[in-house]
């Protein structure tokens, strides 16, 4: 795993978030790399313990098309394994987007998105929390503490709850 860690590192340089929507390399295969129904990330079978190389792999993740997650670097694409939503948002907070009021949402990999019409909330099936719609076809889960802080934030109305953000309304129910 160390020498595609380095490689990957290598081929990324210091970019925040890699241009994905720009790579379009050859499938190089499948990798036993597989995010399971809780947001843990697996290596042949073996938890993926350390935080930077889950962070790393989470900023390389796509899901295309043919409804399959792949790992992107310029030069390689490897086909991975997940079973719902392969990150997870840790924390919620409030902030403001160009003079908007706003919900800030810290995903798994460390990056901070504000819940709008770009990054939308969704409301996951069967009643088990809620979503957020990120770049390159990935969803990011909320985690049960970030899910109760936003409860706080609810509001109503005559059609029922909603989370206000970025100027957009997302309908709870």
């Known amino acids: 795993m160390s020498d595609f860690y380095q490689r990957i590192e290598g081929q990324l340089g210091s970019e925040t978030l890699p241009p994905l929507d720009r790579w379009s390399p050859d499938l190089s295969g499948d990798i036993d790399i597989r995010i399971d129904s809780q947001?843990?990330?697996?290596?042949?079978?073996?938890?993926?313990?350390?935080?930077?190389?889950?962070?790393?792999?989470?900023?390389?993740?796509?899901?295309e098309a043919d409804g399959h997650y792949y790992l992107l670097t310029p030069y390689e694409k490897w086909r991975i394994l997940v079973e719902e939503h392969p990150l997870r948002i840790i924390a919620v907070e409030q902030g403001a987007d160009e003079g908007s009021q706003c919900i800030v949402v810290v995903a798994n990999n460390g990056v901070r998105y504000a819940v709008?019409?770009?990054?939308?909330?969704?409301?996951?099936?069967?009643?088990?929390?809620?979503?957020?719609?990120l770049d390159h076809g990935i969803t990011a889960k909320l985690e049960r503490p970030a899910w109760y802080q936003l409860?706080?934030?609810?509001?109503s109305d005559d059609q029922g709850l909603y989370l206000a953000s970025a100027g957009d309304v997302f309908r709870l129910s």
């Open 116 to 133: 709008s019409s770009k990054y939308p909330m969704c409301l996951c099936p069967n009643d088990e929390g809620a979503f957020v719609q």
């Open 39 to 63: 947001g843990r990330w697996f290596h042949e079978g073996r938890p993926i313990e350390r935080a930077s190389l889950v962070a790393l792999f989470a900023r390389i993740l796509r899901r």
């Open 151 to 155: 409860c706080e934030w609810v509001q």
